[in-house]
């Protein structure tokens, strides 16, 4: 075992392990490895792991609350404004809204992340839309999809998702780039498996509606303890955290 080898990080250890898994996934599935965008879940890493994984050449992140999304999005601005003169360091990463958003904190949420992930109600899509125009931008925003039907669970009900899904095309400021699901917390790979499953088959319908436009691509879907599943089943965002940072 090499020197070089011992010290490589922990961090990027299981980031490794994670592409190798998400490759063999691939495989299994004959899907092209470049469709699927991996998205950092930092709400539990500390800065000095957040900023290992830019190192490591990762620009996109995920955070589920919107005050900590502040904090940490100022924290690596500052880091990567202080480094903007190393080549090795990008000038900018994007930030992923992934969690459940209420309608007041929209603003403070469109001036930092390029992409919600919890548009779930149509009160939010129109929160979101008009709060961008007054931002003067379009957003990217996925529709999140209940596909376990546990009430306790964020997310539009199966049965009303693609009927929201042409209400929110119809909105001025928004690009409906795709829908994000979360399968149920159960080490049973079936049940798991059904949930993914079915968002797809939502997603297949919204298209076949033929109301969305050629940015709806997106099926975000997949965390550490399920990504494999999901790219088995068409995912092309997986939210992983855990699996990097514990
Ligand atoms: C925390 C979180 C994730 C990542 O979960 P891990 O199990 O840590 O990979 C993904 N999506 C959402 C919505 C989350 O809140």
Same mark, same amino acid.
């Given at each position: #075992?090499? #020197?070089?080898?011992?010290?490589?990080?922990?961090?990027? @250890?299981?980031?490794?392990?994670?592409?190798?898994?998400?490759?063999?996934?691939?495989?299994?599935?004959?899907?092209?490895?470049?469709?699927?965008?991996?998205?950092?879940?930092?709400?539990?890493?500390?800065?000095?792991?957040?900023?290992?994984?830019?190192?490591?050449?990762?620009? @996109?992140?995920?955070?589920?609350?919107? =005050?900590?999304?502040? =904090?940490?999005?100022?924290?690596?601005?500052?880091?990567?404004?202080?480094?903007?003169? +190393?080549?090795?360091?990008? +000038?900018?990463?994007?930030?992923? #809204?992934?969690?459940?958003?209420?309608?007041?904190?929209?603003?403070?949420?469109?001036?930092?992340?390029?992409?919600?992930?919890?548009? @779930?109600?149509?009160?939010?899509?129109?929160?979101?839309?008009?709060?961008?125009?007054?931002?003067?931008?379009?957003?990217?925003?996925?529709? =999140?999809?209940?596909?376990?039907?546990?009430?306790?669970?964020?997310?539009?009900?199966?049965?009303?998702?693609?009927?929201?899904?042409?209400?929110?095309?119809? #909105?001025?400021?928004?690009?409906?780039?795709?829908?994000?699901?979360?399968?149920?917390?159960?080490? +049973?790979? @079936?049940?798991?498996?059904?949930?993914?499953?079915?968002?797809?088959?939502?997603?297949?319908?919204?298209?076949?509606?033929?109301?969305?436009?050629?940015?709806?691509?997106?099926?975000?879907?997949?965390?550490?303890?399920?990504?494999?599943?999901?790219?088995?089943?068409?995912?092309?965002?997986?939210?992983?955290?855990?699996?990097?940072?514990?």
């Amino acid at each position: #075992m090499t #020197m070089k080898y011992r010290c490589m990080s922990k961090i990027a @250890d299981k980031l490794k392990q994670v592409q190798d898994n998400i490759a063999t996934a691939c495989e299994r599935a004959h899907r092209n490895p470049d469709h699927i965008r991996l998205v950092i879940v930092s709400k539990t890493a500390p800065l000095e792991s957040i900023i290992e994984v830019i190192r490591l050449g990762h620009t @996109d992140f995920g955070e589920n609350r919107v =005050q900590h999304l502040k =904090q940490v999005a100022a924290s690596v601005d500052a880091f990567l404004d202080e480094n903007k003169d +190393d080549p090795d360091i990008p +000038d900018k990463v994007n930030w992923h #809204m992934i969690g459940h958003l209420q309608r007041n904190k929209v603003r403070q949420v469109l001036k930092i992340s390029s992409t919600i992930h919890s548009v @779930d109600t149509l009160r939010l899509a129109e929160e979101v839309s008009s709060s961008a125009g007054k931002e003067e931008i379009r957003t990217n925003v996925l529709l =999140q999809v209940n596909c376990s039907g546990e009430p306790q669970k964020y997310g539009v009900p199966v049965g009303a998702a693609v009927h929201l899904a042409e209400q929110i095309v119809g #909105m001025p400021n928004l690009n409906l780039i795709g829908l994000m699901t979360m399968a149920p917390l159960t080490r +049973d790979k @079936d049940v798991v498996r059904a949930c993914f499953v079915r968002v797809r088959e939502i997603f297949e319908d919204i298209h076949n509606e033929g109301v969305v436009t050629n940015k709806f691509r997106q099926l975000s879907m997949g965390m550490s303890q399920d990504y494999e599943i999901a790219v088995e089943e068409g995912a092309t965002i997986l939210r992983i955290g855990s699996a990097v940072f514990t």
